[in-house]
């Protein structure tokens, strides 16, 4: 996004990934005709977002953000309510004045959307996510799914005469005297006034070496205390619809926190008569293997033919350089770093209140501004 935002306005830009494919956990590979996301499981919480806002009003790019409708919760009775912002704001300060069935729904919405219970989220942190959620309450899914943005961010960025390397890992970033930086990968080695880095805050305190401490020490110290948010996610497709809506959150379950369906708003995107289903649930103590397992039972008791009419396709766990979140709300870093000219964006970096991409956004919209002087021009 920042690349795209700054080959529009005329910078060179060169993107450098590690891995064989770009698009990071905002991707996904086809198996047997299903795309299986590489994390983001295809939707994008608001539709009227930074996320939207970035990719359609400023970029203009050539993708559908389909409306998702608003989540459902599913009550103790197994009926799938809508859940307006009004609903959640109830919901929200029921959870407050201590009603436990409140708290647990709440936390089902915090655990899917954020990755962690309520308890772990700072009180203010929650408060701001619970205002997003009032303004904003649609999801939306790109039409083809979270690679077709990536496909569309790659191609306005190659437009503009930038370029995008992949198997380019980045071993070292260091700020040189005449001002910008020398960025070194195994093998090459490459000049630049500016660095954007969305590898997370600890990768990039890591790969500058002695200069980190430039960054400050209130930066080393976050680093060290700062823990990403782990969790675990098992796609499945089905052969008919599943759940009330797109986003469905389900604290009645013993694991499982709620369920993605993209192939609601999007039929074609897992093929014709296909439903793609994925559960979030966070990592508990105890074995990952018995963690999955509970899991698959949340599946069967949710889904009653499960046996007769679902296939897993995939089960993923999310932890260290790979998580849900490198940082959890409320201990995120700012995009602005102390070092002139070096910028961080991603999920290390969310505003307050801002979750999930629209949280990554947002940092780049910061991190962009801040390049262009603060009036975005
Ligand atoms: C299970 C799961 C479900 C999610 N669901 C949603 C959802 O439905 N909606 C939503 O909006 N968000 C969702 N998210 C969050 C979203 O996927 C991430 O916030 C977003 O993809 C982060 O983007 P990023 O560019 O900051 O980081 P990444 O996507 O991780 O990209 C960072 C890139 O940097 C590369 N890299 C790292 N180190 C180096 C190095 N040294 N040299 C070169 N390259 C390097 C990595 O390989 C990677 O490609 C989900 C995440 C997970 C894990």
Redesign the pocket.
Known sequence: ?SGALLGQKGFRVNI????N???????SFEKDGVPI?????????HRKGP?KQILVDKLNLPIELIDAGRPAIVNEKGEGIELGGLDAAKLFLKSLMGFSSAKRAMDSIYEFSI?LKGSRIPLLDRFAFMRRIGSYSHHVTPKGG?KSVIDALASSIRESGGRIRIN????SVKPIDEGGFEVT?EGENYRSDIVIA???PA?LFR?LGGEARLLGSSFERKVTECEPVP?I?IAVVCNHRVCPSSITFTPFLQVISGF?EPTIADPELAGEGRHLI?S?QEVGPGSLYDQIERAMEDFREFIPNFQDSCKVVST?V?RD??????ASQGQDFRPITRIQGLYL????VKPRGY??????AK?AEIAVKAIFGGNGS
């Open positions: 996004m450098l990934e590690r891995m494919f770009i698009g990071g956990r905002f991707t996301p590489t994390g983001a499981v295809h939707m994008i919480p996320m990755g979270v380019h890992n980045v071993i990968t969305n590898c997370s990768v790969l969790g996610k993605s994925m979030h993923h999310y350089v790979y998580p849900v979140n490198h964006v991603g999920d290390g979750i999930m991409t629209e949280g990554v940092s």
